[in-house]
């Protein structure tokens, strides 16, 4: 991932020591850099201490940030005292940058509170918040009111604010590829490229059928679809799969990968069934899955706001994103349930995996055009899930995410499948059906809710609900 960068506001007021702030900026650039941070803020020599304080102060730091516009993925702003709530709203105005915005108050030392050591950041922090709402800014807070700058309370803080200025930044201009026409079958997919549109997400389309044509003009030796085949097999075992069906496989990667690099996309989502059956005689599951696996997530069944929530989990962790079916409840248990799909998950969500065919429907179509599947048991790990998707009739784009943990309990299934416990589960599932969500959920091998919930909610403006 890109090394995220953050522009740095010191706050400072003249009626409290000014020691404080230029410790204040030492500490938060020093912290910054130890956990892999870039910063930029004002020299020494730029303002006292590299602080903002006055109005000139501001216009220093807001030319500042203007002039470094494209490295800055977000801005902190730092109260080693109580701060100057003018000199910070102005900094961020005038600067015109549109980024997340973490607001941190350096904690007072209850035995260090007179006027030589005394912060006032508790309430300082108050003052630039109410600053920045008459603006009509949004802005990020700390999880405790005040916290040390150096304390893993706000190390914890910082991480989750990268992953929130990673999703916001990551999701703007995103474009994504529509492969094939929504299963006939799948009214649960469908969607409003116009609200998406509206979000910064653009939805580039094809037909299958210039895919089967693009493909079908590939010989069996063109030197991309070899090394198609040579990815393939270190990807995934094959044993026991025609290696027909492994040059088909290689011939539709070869033209989706080119295709994808054309239109410069951030993702994919894939009529998967039945016409690749059918028509190509694969299953496009392992190609997918390789997708994934190298944060290029692709969804099934045209499942383009199942992408879209893919993605914003990949952004906040820089892991791989599933799609998985809300599928089984697991015996009587009411926090625990069966997540599967047949499947195209990232291998790295498994304990092992290996290439077969599709059981679902090899019934109907035939054994020998199915083969493509990527199944075993999903690995015990903690998780977020999350669902986007168009509320057309209401005009906005709505989302549910939380946590969960894959467990060890006994399961045996085809497919990719893992049991997942979710506290309130049933809490969770009535509001699925009562919002009347999509059967598909992304999840992703990280906790991320908190960072996903701010991203999407407050940066955004989605209706989002948070399961706890």
């Not at 190390?155 to 529509?178: E, P, Q, S, Y």
Request: glycine content about 8%; charged content about 20%.
């Amino acid at each position: 991932m890109k090394k995220t960068t953050f522009g740095v506001i010191v706050g400072n007021r003249g009626f409290f020591p000014d020691s404080l702030a230029q410790q204040g900026r030492k500490d938060i650039l020093d912290v910054l850099k130890q956990n892999g941070y870039g910063a930029v803020t004002l020299k020494t020599t730029d303002t006292k201490f590299g602080s903002v304080e006055t109005f000139e102060d501001a216009k220093k730091c807001a030319a500042l940030f203007a002039e470094n516009s494209s490295d800055l993925d977000g801005i902190i702003v730092t109260l080693p005292n109580f701060g100057d709530e003018k000199g910070v709203a102005e900094s961020i105005k005038r600067s015109g940058i549109d980024v997340p915005i973490l607001i941190h108050a350096e904690a007072d030392d209850p035995g260090k509170m007179l006027i030589a050591n005394r912060r006032d950041s508790f309430c300082g922090k108050i003052s630039v918040c109410n600053n920045l709402r008459q603006a009509d800014i949004p802005y990020t807070l700390t999880e405790k009111h005040t916290v040390k700058v150096k304390s893993a309370a706000f190390k914890k803080d910082l991480n989750n604010f990268a992953a929130v200025c990673r999703i916001v930044n990551g999701m703007t201009n995103t474009r994504f590829g529509a492969i094939g026409a929504r299963t006939g079958a799948f009214n649960t997919v469908r969607y409003s490229e116009k609200l998406l549109e509206l979000a910064g997400i653009g939805v580039e389309t094809i037909d299958l059928s210039e895919m089967y044509g693009r493909a079908n003009a590939l010989s069996d030796d063109d030197k991309a679809v070899k090394a198609k085949i040579s990815k393939i097999k270190k990807y995934v075992p094959t044993d026991g799969v025609p290696a027909e069906s492994l040059l088909r496989m290689a011939k539709f990667g070869t033209v989706v990968d080119s295709w994808v690099a054309d239109m410069d996309l951030n993702g994919t989502a894939i009529q998967c069934w039945t016409s690749l059956q059918e028509h190509f005689g694969i299953a496009s599951c392992t190609l997918m899955s390789m997708m994934s696996e190298s944060l290029m997530p692709s969804a099934c069944e045209v499942d383009i706001t199942g992408l879209v929530g893919m993605y914003a989990l990949q952004l906040a962790s820089g892991e791989p994103s599933a799609i998985l079916d809300w599928n089984n409840n697991y015996g009587d248990s009411d926090d625990k349930c069966v997540l599967f799909h047949c499947s195209n998950l990232p291998k790295s969500f498994f304990k092992s995996a290996k290439m077969d065919y599709q059981e679902i429907i090899a019934g109907s179509v035939g054994k020998e055009n199915t083969y493509g599947t990527i199944v075993g048991r999903i690995k015990a790990a903690p998780a977020t899930f999350l669902r986007t998707a168009t509320d057309d009739a209401d005009g906005m784009i709505t989302a549910y995410v939380g946590e969960g943990n894959f467990t060890n309990d006994k399961l045996d299934s085809f497919g990719g499948y893992g049991v997942m416990q979710i506290p309130n589960l049933q809490l969770l599932m009535q509001h699925i059906c009562q919002m009347g969500f999509e059967h598909h959920v992304a999840v992703n091998m990280s906790q991320t809710a908190d960072a996903v919930t701010e991203a999407l909610d407050n940066y955004m403006g989605w209706d989002i609900y948070r399961h706890i």
